[in-house]
């Protein structure tokens, strides 16, 4: 399931044409179209949006019973963009499912017709968002309800495909030891970090103390005196850059999912770092007024902090020219 980190490239830019038979700049390939009902047609498309791994664009079509609905369209390419994309598509659905009115719908993944490079794409429903920060309790209340309600299908922790964060992937192999799962999803880019930004002795003493003593005492402590913990469904990559509010302002959408199940607390863990906006502690806070914290309660910013590590090394897996400065800080 999981794969080793390859650098992901940015699909080869075939998209920008002077001459299309709809509006745009932006080709649709054929193999987009066949996902829809015969007689579908492009009304227009463009390039759409920033993204540091894929190419984006939104498409307005016109579908064969004469209405017309707007699509995005994410494409990565070569075999790290297959499994970029099969994720996210995943990844989408699997949040849908629990909570349909907290992401867009996705419609369907794919491969471009164009052999190369080899190009795979994600089309999901197109929804009008604000950039602004978040109102915290809608935000909060949602995804407190998704931690809740959802529920693993096999009981454990992982996920079925490999999803990644950035261009990250990551170890989500099924587990049923929540200590054993997390051990394995941190050591997984622990190792990634070192093979991309170079040895750090005085960082490998400390993360090999962390990783034998500090997360077995602490996340033991989740199962001991009987004691449980759900898996819960996770966003997964849950940043400021991931979140959107529909421009009526009726709902918080979350997009770009590296989804798996997990203990909940370790999605606001992802809330500490201080590059995201979403550290405000108005967030967190707002979170715990909708779900409590496991127990033992009075070990919860200990686990925060602990959950926050993980997001810390994965960014700068994600931000190589920048990966030794950021783990230094």
């Not at 070569?78 to 992401?103: C, D, Q």
């Not at 052999?115 to 089309?123: A, I, T, Y």
Request: with cysteine; proline share 4%; glycine share 6%.
């Amino acid at each position: 399931m999981m794969q080793t980190f390859t650098p992901l490239q940015v699909p080869m830019d075939k998209s920008r044409v002077n001459s299309l038979d709809h509006d745009g700049d932006f080709k649709v390939d054929d193999n987009v179209l066949l996902k829809f009902a015969k007689g579908t047609k492009v009304i227009f498309a463009h390039r759409f949006g920033v993204s540091s791994w894929t190419v984006t664009a939104r498409l307005h079509l016109l579908l064969s019973d004469g209405t017309e609905e707007r699509y995005f369209l994410k494409s990565a390419s070569e075999a790290h963009g297959r499994t970029l994309i099969e994720g996210e598509f995943n990844a989408m659905s699997e949040l849908y499912k629990w909570a349909p009115t907290l992401v867009p719908k996705p419609h369907s993944w794919g491969r471009y017709r164009v052999d190369e490079p080899e190009v795979h794409f994600f089309l999901s429903q197109y929804i009008d968002m604000s950039d602004a920060m978040p109102d915290p309790h809608q935000l909060c209340e949602k995804l407190a309800r998704l931690h809740r309600e959802s529920a693993s299908p096999t009981g454990q922790y992982g996920f079925h495909v490999t999803t990644c964060q950035g261009r990250a992937t990551q170890c989500v192999a099924w587990e049923k030891d929540w200590t054993v799962f997390f051990t394995k999803l941190l050591q997984h880019v622990i190792d990634v970090d070192f093979e991309l930004n170079g040895a750090w002795d005085e960082l490998d003493r400390a993360e090999k103390r962390l990783i034998r003593f500090v997360i077995p005492r602490l996340l033991g402590a989740l199962t001991t005196e009987g004691r449980k913990i759900k898996p819960s469904l996770i966003h997964g990559d849950l940043w400021e850059g991931n979140i959107g509010t529909a421009i009526d302002g009726s709902d918080v959408l979350l997009f770009d999912s590296a989804a798996f199940y997990a203990h909940s607390e370790l999605e606001v863990a992802d809330w500490r770092p201080y590059y995201n906006k979403i550290s405000n502690k108005v967030y967190l806070e707002t979170y715990l007024e909708y779900q409590e914290p496991s127990e033992p309660k009075e070990e919860w910013d200990d686990r925060n902090r602990l959950y926050s590590i993980y997001w810390n090394v994965i960014y700068s897996v994600n931000h190589i020219a920048q990966g030794k400065a950021i783990r230094q800080v």
